[in-house]
């Protein structure tokens, strides 16, 4: 494999902040939050199959072997504050179009624009942290969310053939969580195969400026073991306020109510991510589109790279949605499991 360790790694270390929001911007993203719901799991609203998952975290399958969704389900759901610079909630405009946030992630970047893009939020109650880190979506000109699935940006990312069209990003990732287990962030700066570096609870208002769409990054395990996996979750299940419970959030499968939630067990996490542009030259080439990439030229570069390692395959119809040739690109390019992970939370500590 080509793709070396040292590819994997943020343009700074990630920087801890406080207080990253206040008590009344939080308590109206949380008011949205429970108001606008039920959201649906991470993974069903990012993958069409469970091969795309594993293309877009580290490690891979036997050759043989069809994973499946059971393989990879975590009660972890998601919705957006903001999309396409768009607030979709007016009462929050003031959380996204943030100068602080602005401010931070331009010093991160030394560079002299950004343009907040993004704004979204992860919920879940007691969840298993995951052995399989990832990395964010990782757009390039021309190649974004709004025309590629997840698992060909990542892999894009993975191969080293695309770096001159990788779009600068950075995010300010911020955590809410009383659980009085775990709960932190955990991640790879220095590369997958160096030491990771852990954010640690408490989690109320503490966030990170990082850019981690160049490091492998996972969610520390939170809350009660024995809560962890909720009987009955499914790929679509949702996750709402619990109507009978002051404060509280319930997770259904199908309307049935599969696991209830106490409010000092809801771990929420608010995912700020902005545009970022060196200088004027690189803001007029990404707004100019004069140096996009389309899919026929990503996948025909691709294609040749696979040739010249010696690999032999029958080239998809369909590149975007084919299970055999994701797994192919897996086995390829992927960089392999980080070398190092911190232990787990134990309960009897943190008791």
Known sequence: MSTTPSLFRPVAPPQVIEGAFTQDQHRRMLDVVRREGPWSLILAQHFQSPDEVIATTSGMVP???????????????????????????????????????L??????????YATPENMLFNIQGPTEGTRSPHLDATRYRGISMHNSPVWLMNTMTKTGLFEPWRAKKAQVIAWYYKGKVGGGFTCWPDGPQAAPRQIEAPMWGRAVVVENEMMFHTAQSNGPAAL?????????SLMEADPTAPGGWRITT?????????????RFLIHWGADIYTDYAELKLALDH?????????????????????????????PLTDQRFIGLLTRVYDPGQPALFPPEPEEALAA
């Open 254 to 266: 199908g309307g049935t109510v599969v696991q209830q939630i106490p409010e000092e067990e809801f």
């Open 228 to 236: 962890r996996h909720p009987a009955g979750l499914t790929i679509d």
């Open 103 to 112: 401010d931070l992630v331009r010093a991160y970047w030394q560079a002299d």
């Open 63 to 101: 050759e043989g072997f069809t994973p499946t969704w059971d393989m990879f389900l975590s009660p972890v759901f998601r919705g957006y504050f903001a999309k396409a610079s768009t607030v979709l909630h007016p009462e929050i405009e003031d959380c996204f179009f943030n100068k602080t946030f």
């Open 290 to 318: 004069t140096d996009d990439l389309t899919h026929e030229q990503v996948f025909d570069t691709i294609v040749a790279d696979l040739r010249k390692r010696g690999e032999t395959f029958d080239v998809p119809s369909d």
